[in-house]
Nanobody, 123 residues
Framework: QVQLVESGGGLVQAGDSLRLSCLASGRALSAYGMGWFRQAPGKEREFVATISISGSNTYYGDSVKGRFTISRDNAKNTVYLQMNSLKPEDTAVYYC????????????????WGQGTQVTVSS
């Protein structure tokens, strides 16, 4: 079983950039497809991005496409989410998630979750 810990969240202004990290322990990250999701107060969890085991395939939610980039370094057991041109509507708790096979935009298809990191974007 893998444990996931997110970091890098914080308070930024609109237009700023932020990079989130997700460190895996317990098992090698290279065994898992990974994803980022977010949840704002009073809203459902939203798909942000997903990346395949090799890193060759990535997919993004429509609201972040062109602004966010997901990447991974299996040697460091870490997945990243680079967030550029941040908007107030990006404010949410961001979660890292892992699944045994491939990529997915569905949160129900992920087996492992981190505790989340808060991102707040002020206008």
């Amino acid at each position: 079983q893998v444990q996931l810990v997110e970091s890098g969240g914080g308070l930024v202004q609109a237009g700023d950039s932020l990079r989130l990290s997700c460190l895996a322990s317990g098992r090698a990250l290279s065994a898992y497809g990974m994803g980022w999701f977010r949840q704002a107060p009073g809203k459902e969890r939203e798909f942000v991005a997903t990346i395949s085991i090799s890193g060759s395939n990535t997919y993004y939610g429509d609201s972040v496409k062109g602004r966010f980039t997901i990447s991974r370094d299996n040697a460091k057991n870490t997945v990243y989410l680079q967030m550029n041109s941040l908007k107030p509507e990006d404010t949410a708790v961001y979660y890292c998630a892992g699944r045994i096979l491939g990529t997915s935009s569905r949160s129900s298809e992920y087996h492992y979750w981190g505790q989340g990191t808060q991102v707040t974007v002020s206008s």
